[in-house]
């Protein structure tokens, strides 16, 4: 199995429990797949480093998922075509 760092930055303009549910929702994307998620951390609202889709701040997440590559690649079409996702990024860590 390998391991993989994942990001995505979440609106800042959402409720907070619409915050809490888009990260549990693709957590579950995650699971469902196969994965394994050995970490979860939220980062908290963060400035962005130039303007994404007129969003100047954004919420920080990260997991640390140990998976088939199937999960992650599910997880990257979720967040693509998720409205309340501004970017995502998968990392094959190295052991």
């Known amino acids: 199995m390998n391991k993989y760092e994942i990001m995505f ?4 303009d959402l409720e907070e429990a619409e ?11 995650l699971t469902d797949n196969g ?3 050995l970490e979860e951390k939220s980062m908290g609202q963060k400035d ?3 303007e994404m889709n ?4 954004g919420f920080y997440y990260l ?8 999960a992650t690649k599910e997880f990257s079409r979720v967040a693509r075509i998720n409205e309340n996702i501004i970017r995502h990024i998968v990392i094959r ?3």
Request: aromatic fraction near 8%; hydrophobic fraction near 40%.
């Open 63 to 70: 997991f640390i998922v140990e998976n088939a590559k199937e």
């Open 54 to 57: 007129k969003y100047k701040t």
């Open 48 to 50: 962005l480093a130039y």
């Open 93 to 95: 860590v190295d052991e």
């Open 35 to 37: 994965a394994k998620v």
């Open 9 to 12: 930055i979440v609106k800042p």
């Open 19 to 29: 915050i809490k549910k888009t990260v549990d929702n693709m957590k579950k994307v």
